[in-house]
């Protein structure tokens, strides 16, 4: 039992950390420091970059594009560009439909999507939730019907984060209407720019559009869009949706944050001293340290089981690391709240057109949205009641 | 980065674990509590023969030469167990002091008997006003010629009542509240003007008061600098911090199954009460607390060994904040889960939340250690 990161490991470690340092250029980091969002310009730039050094979806089989790493390496890579921290990668191709079309899709597929979605030529977004259908998923009811050489679809799916910006959309859709809700839906790819898709912004209460309504009204897609089977989009939607593993604790994230907490409590005053100094201050940040180090110690936990398992099973217990991960992500938004105090009253949201500097500290103005906008953490890939269900159920047996 | 145990970590698991399993059973436990000194010499004996009581002593010392993480195992055992027997205080208060700081001579004479089963200690430091600060000491010692003379009172001392020896803290020079000027000695359980009352505890074990009035100590049982012992007191504490989170661990597990298996079987309203969700959440939520816990219990073990005293505190001090939050919260609903069974003395669950209840009060209580850790501020490296 062992505890410290080889040598190995903390070279790689390092090499890692000299490579983000080099190309992710200063402005860039010091912006997404700031709470800021990154363009989507500035996720492919980044994506391009690391693509161009091997590592654009470094966790992929080798033969397709991935490094070989062990989880232990993956895990350092992902810290390292969280606590950077850098452009996040667009996980809806990397972690969600690239890995579900190497395991279930034809060899066309492959050839087609793979090497795009690691140069992120393709951006691609994920059409599951839909307006009836958030946690009772298998729920959906937008239609895939087989007319002659095409797939029509019709419905509409919603939450769909970044769907302004992409180029294709991989869709649950009903094909089979007569059986159990779960038998009866299929996964198929499709193009954007498609006729009868409509995407629909949707603000949230942080300011942002990041999330959008997507509809479907006669959309003509051609049956080779199908991914593996007719009605076993379920099987692949479970695979996609557990397959996450690595990073979804985001302890590099919160670890990002509670740095910044500290910086900023240096500036800011409370009884006409930095507020680091008051000791019930003090006191909260180390009661979310100290969960942070537990679960980064979960997760390392979690990973150096993978080994053992068999491949493909996600361990019950990242469902653990999507609940801690999450509160703590949320703990460390209201930590920066109270920091900020009154100064978190200026709302700016995202409006094109506006130049208007805000009041109030400059540094200030990401606080509440983050805030805000953090609330969702524990409400998307699963909410943290449907995490206890699967604990109480996988895990416990009840 | 590895968890994964040794064979000889995991053959001294088993053998731990099976000698427990066929000896410690909860009505066996009750037999052993009612024995006078609430322990069992027979274990002990047992826990001698399976090299149990030599275990975190070098093989130079006469032990062989376990780690923390060893340790982390045995104590983990003994939390799922609830054993009784003074481990904690004769192996790792006692044997650690004496192991940091004792003199060859004090070693020879010490470390072997502890290791055989034939001598139990007791670490006295609390007193009634210093609460969880090792350096709060008004018991004095005072040179006289070439020996000591102590005297003082010292409070809740685990084992106290029945240790052969007893390591007494007590201020050689220097204010109450001074980090410098306490001395470590040596006192057997008889001295002469030493006199205790033992209490049995909440969680089963027993504690007593100290007096000591004019007792008399002969430079040969000085631990070390009589004025430098807090040092060795505080990396004593983390060691035994290290022990109790990982008892606290065994303890919080086997509540948690005992309280899951309760869910599957008890019916109400014509159905398994787990079938509830506001239960099965709440079973969740002690699964979570549980598994947090788990990895600062190795956390605890696994940075035992750090260099640096400071950070080495703080880090033991974080794994206590954790195993404090969590022990509070499945030690209260898993006797909250259990409903009306969960209160009675007949029923282990109830034992269970004693002793993680007892535990947080052993070298520093959750708020204690967080303050500590916020002290400390940098939990979450720069790097």
């Given amino acids: 039992m062992e505890l410290r990161f080889t040598d190995e490991e903390v070279a790689f470690r390092k090499e890692v950390r000299a490579f983000i340092h080099a190309k992710l250029p200063k402005a860039l980091r010091e912006k997404l420091a700031a709470g800021h969002h990154p363009t989507r310009d500035d996720i492919v730039f980044w994506q391009k970059t690391l693509n161009d050094k091997g590592w654009g979806v470094a966790h992929w089989p080798v033969q397709y594009g991935g490094t070989g790493w062990d989880a232990v390496k993956q895990y350092i890579f992902l810290e390292e560009m969280m606590m950077a921290p850098s452009p996040p990668p667009l996980a809806f191709g990397t972690s969600m439909v690239g890995p579900v079309i190497y395991t279930f899709g034809s060899e066309e597929q492959k050839k087609r999507f793979l090497p795009r979605i690691a140069s992120l030529d393709d951006w691609w977004c994920q059409g599951f939730s839909e307006p009836g259908a958030g946690s009772d998923l298998a729920g959906l009811k937008t239609k895939a019907e087989k007319v002659g050489d095409h797939w029509v679809i019709n419905g509409q799916k919603t939450w769909t984060t970044l769907g302004q910006y992409a180029d294709w959309i991989f869709v649950l859709a009903r094909t089979d209407a007569t059986v159990k809700k779960q038998e009866g839906i299929s996964f198929i790819l499709v193009d954007m720019k498609t006729p009868g898709i409509t995407v629909k912004p949707i603000q949230t209460i942080d300011g942002g559009r990041e999330v959008n309504e997507v509809f479907f009204d006669d959309v003509k897609v051609p049956l080779e869009n199908l991914v593996g089977q007719e009605n076993k989009g379920w099987d692949y939607a479970k695979f996609l949706l557990g397959n996450e593993r690595t990073g979804i604790a985001r302890v590099g994230i919160s670890k990002q944050r509670i740095r910044k907490i500290k910086e900023m409590a240096t500036i800011e005053q409370r009884g006409g001293r930095p507020l680091i100094e008051d000791q019930r201050f003090r006191e909260k940040i180390a009661e979310v340290e100290i969960e942070l180090k537990a679960l980064e110690i979960t997760q390392l936990r979690v990973i150096a089981g993978e080994k053992k398992r068999e491949k493909g099973k996600p361990d019950p217990a990242s469902s653990v690391l999507k609940i801690k991960g999450s509160e703590l992500q949320q703990a460390t938004t209201e930590l920066l709240m109270e920091v900020i105090g009154p100064h978190s009253a200026p709302f700016t949201p995202e409006e094109p057109g506006s130049n208007e500097p805000p009041i109030g500290p400059e540094w200030a103005q990401t606080i509440a949205p983050t805030y805000f906008n953090v609330r969702k953490v524990s409400i998307y890939g699963g909410s943290n009641e449907i995490q206890k269900n699967i604990i109480a159920k996988a895990v416990l047996g009840l | 980065m590895d968890f994964d145990l040794s064979e000889e970590q995991q053959l001294l698991k088993d053998s731990v674990e099976g000698f427990l399993a066929d000896t410690y059973d909860f009505e066996s436990r009750k037999k052993i509590a009612a024995l006078p000194g609430g322990w069992s010499p027979e274990v002990w004996a047992k826990f001698a023969e399976l090299g149990l009581l030599g275990l975190p002593f070098s093989e130079e010392d006469g032990g062989f030469g376990g780690g923390a993480v060893e340790t982390m195992l045995l104590a983990e055992s003994f939390g799922k167990y609830l054993v009784l027997e003074p481990y904690l205080a004769t192996v790792i208060l006692g044997g650690g002091v004496l192991k940091r700081a004792g003199s060859a001579e004090q070693k020879a004479e010490h470390i072997a008997a502890i290791a055989e089963g034939s001598r139990t200690f007791a670490l006295a430091t609390t007193e009634r006003h210093s609460r969880y600060d090792l350096f709060d000491v008004t018991t004095t010692a005072k040179k006289d ?239």
């Fill in chain 2, 145 to 383: 010629g070439g020996s000591w003379v102590l005297d003082g009172e010292k409070a809740v001392v685990v084992n106290g009542g029945t240790a052969d020896r007893i390591i007494v803290s007590a201020r050689t020079a220097g204010a109450r509240r001074d980090r410098g000027g306490i001395g470590l000695f040596i006192v057997p359980g008889d001295a002469s003007g030493l006199s205790r009352r033992s209490s049995p505890t909440q969680d089963g074990t027993h504690a007593a008061e100290v007096s000591l009035s004019g007792v008399r100590v002969e430079a040969a049982d000085v631990i070390g600098d009589p004025e430098g012992g807090l040092p060795v007191l505080e990396a004593v504490a983390d060691e035994a911090i290290a022990a109790l989170c990982a008892e606290a661990v065994g303890a919080m597990s086997e509540l948690t199954d005992l309280t899951v298996d309760y869910l599957k079987q008890r019916k109400q309203f014509g159905i398994n009460i787990g079938q509830f969700q506001a239960l099965q959440h709440r079973a969740a939520e002690m699964f979570v607390a549980l598994e947090q816990a788990r990895s600062m219990a190795m956390f605890a073990a696994m940075t035992a060994a750090t260099e640096d005293a400071t950070e080495r505190r703080a880090l033991a001090s974080a794994a206590k904040v954790q195993i404090g939050r969590s022990a509070k919260f499945i030690g209260q609903q898993g006797i909250q889960l259990h409903g009306g069974i969960g209160m009675t003395m007949e029923y282990k669950a109830g034992h269970y939340f004693k002793r993680l209840t007892m535990i947080d009060t052993l070298f520093g209580d959750a708020d204690h250690h967080l303050a500590e850790v916020a002290s400390f501020g940098q939990l979450v490296s720069a790097a």
